[in-house]
Nanobody, 122 residues
């Protein structure tokens, strides 16, 4: 069983930065691919980025060049550094985990955190 807990959300002005963290309670964290998704009010959950168990990263077009995903396997934690934030980035942010293989679809991930809210003011 994998338990995920996000933190680091909050209110920030446009152009600002936030770093989200997702701590995983799981054995062999290094064998899991990790992803971040977000869901804005009234919209579907959207893929943002993943980092595979091998360290390969991939970004959705809406965040490419502004967000960076990283992981610390010694701490069982994945991070999302968000820079140049825009009001359109306002959403609940969720981390997700999948054994080994990464993907961009919700159904690619078996485990989800409860989410952390990010609000970007204009």
């Amino acid at each position: 069983q994998v338990q995920l807990g996000e933190s680091g959300g909050g209110l920030v002005q446009a152009g600002g930065s936030l770093r989200l963290s997702c701590a995983a309670s799981v054995r062999f964290f290094s064998t899991y691919s990790m992803a971040w998704f977000r869901q804005a009010p009234g919209k579907e959950r959207e893929f943002i980025t993943f980092i595979s168990y091998t360290g390969t990263t991939y970004y959705g077009d809406s965040v490419k060049g502004r967000f960076t995903i990283s992981r610390d396997n010694a701490k069982n934690t994945v991070y999302l550094q968000m820079n140049s934030l825009k009001p359109d980035d306002t959403a609940d942010y969720y981390c997700a985990a999948a054994k080994l293989r990464a993907g961009v679809r919700l159904e690619d991930y078996n485990y989800w955190g409860q989410g952390t809210q990010v609000t970007v003011s204009s």
